[in-house]
């Protein structure tokens, strides 16, 4: 039988890892967890969640988006997606209008109110990016996007 200390998994040896791999991967979690911290900080200050912001940013790229596209832009679940839209939609941010052709269907625009939410939130999405960066030369930051760049290349293909 296996105690308590046995069973654990100790992920700071992990099999074909070397240990500048694995620091270079916690040093990578850290930052996501910290960047998505902030982010949920910032918003949240102005009353509005990340997932909600994220949502307000598809429509204004995708005026008159339908709830079945959003939620796919969103890789979320449709239900997921209507019950933020509804509490948008509340907070007079989003307006939903059926589809003249198909009443089954409806699309999604900002209202006045929605556009100033998202000048907020890219205002907190730019301190997000100077803070993040601040200590950062054009050169070192430039080195970063070209490693990122290989990071997110290798996941894709495993994607």
Request: aromatic share 6%; charged share 25%.
């Amino acid at each position: 039988m296996l105690n308590k200390e046995s069973s654990k998994v100790n992920f700071l040896n992990l099999e074909g890892i070397d240990p500048i791999s694995l620091q270079a991967f916690q040093s990578l979690s850290k930052f996501m967890r910290f960047h998505s911290q902030l982010l949920f900080k910032l918003t949240s200050e102005k009353g509005i969640y990340p997932g909600q912001a994220v949502c307000l940013w598809f429509i204004n790229q995708n005026s008159g988006i339908s709830q079945r596209d959003l939620a796919e832009k969103m890789h979320v679940a449709p239900p997921t997606v209507t019950l933020m839209l509804q509490k948008l939609e509340k907070a007079g941010l989003v307006i939903r209008k059926e589809d003249e052709r198909d009443q089954r269907l409806s699309h999604t625009y900002l209202t006045n109110a929605g556009v100033d939410t998202l000048n907020v939130l890219n205002s907190i999405l730019a301190e997000i990016i100077n803070t993040s960066l601040e200590n950062l030369s054009h050169d070192e930051q430039r080195n970063l996007m070209r490693l990122l760049d290989i990071i997110n290349s290798n996941i894709e293909r495993k994607l």
